[in-house]
């Protein structure tokens, strides 16, 4: 930083044309500098995920901000999505810059694969509602709300799984008020799971998934709750 200044004061010296130099060379430094910012600089290597299994295909930046979840923003919320789409489609629009949406988990409907398309510390726009965006994961599944179908057991035991180890990673409490549709974000359009989402399958199964890891049977506070 000071050797930033102190540059840019020696240029700020001269004409008018240096200062717009300045302003330019200035810009540049700081957008090269934010990267080292602690915290920020230490994590973003290329292709890497935050839970294990899960492959990367990166989002397109405008569909994201970077920050340094946690230590930024206090992750206590898991959305959950369904595409309206195929996986081919939801990925391709993910990495399209004019999409203006992204999640950072896509998990796919005939076998469960999930992929990262965001980095946990980073903010990506799925909620529709920038306060749960900031405090959120954003798990999308393949699928359309209006066929059943698409709800394999395949994928709600990958898609409890990955929840299951965000909740531990993060200490969020495994419960509908932590874990949450996209239609149950204030503010937001959208109807997504939908009805055929079974709600209390996706919980049960996110609660043995997590017990196990845990090493603890089931969720303290819902004793014998399916
Ligand atoms: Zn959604």
């Not at 949450?180 to 399958?201: L, M, S």
């Amino acid at each position: 930083m000071t050797s930033v200044s102190r540059r840019a004061l020696l240029i700020t010296g001269g004409s008018g044309v240096a200062l717009a130099t300045t302003a330019a060379l200035t810009w540049d430094r700081t957008s090269r500098l934010w990267w080292r910012v602690p915290g920020v600089d230490k994590q973003r290597k290329e292709g890497e995920v935050d839970q294990p299994g899960v492959r990367w295909i990166a989002a397109s930046e405008a569909n994201l901000r970077f920050a340094d979840r946690p230590a930024d923003y206090v992750i206590d919320r898991v959305v959950i999505h369904v595409t309206q789409s195929d996986f081919r489609t939801a990925v391709k629009v993910f990495r399209d810059p004019l999409h203006a949406a992204a999640a950072h988990y896509l998990v796919r409907a005939s076998d469960g694969r999930i992929v990262q398309m965001v980095r946990d510390l980073d903010v990506a726009y799925h909620a529709g509602n920038r306060s749960y965006n900031e405090r959120s994961i954003g798990i999308e599944h393949e699928g359309f709300v209006d066929r059943p179908q698409n709800f394999t057991e395949a994928m709600y035991r990958s898609s409890a799984r990955l929840t299951a180890r965000i909740c531990k990673q993060y200490g969020i409490p495994v419960d509908r008020e932590h874990i949450v549709g996209h239609n149950e974000v204030p503010g937001a359009d959208h109807t997504d799971p939908g009805r055929h989402w079974d709600w209390k399958r996706y919980l049960r199964y996110v609660r043995e998934a997590r017990g196990g890891s845990a090493g603890a049977a089931g969720d303290p506070g819902s004793p014998g709750k399916a």
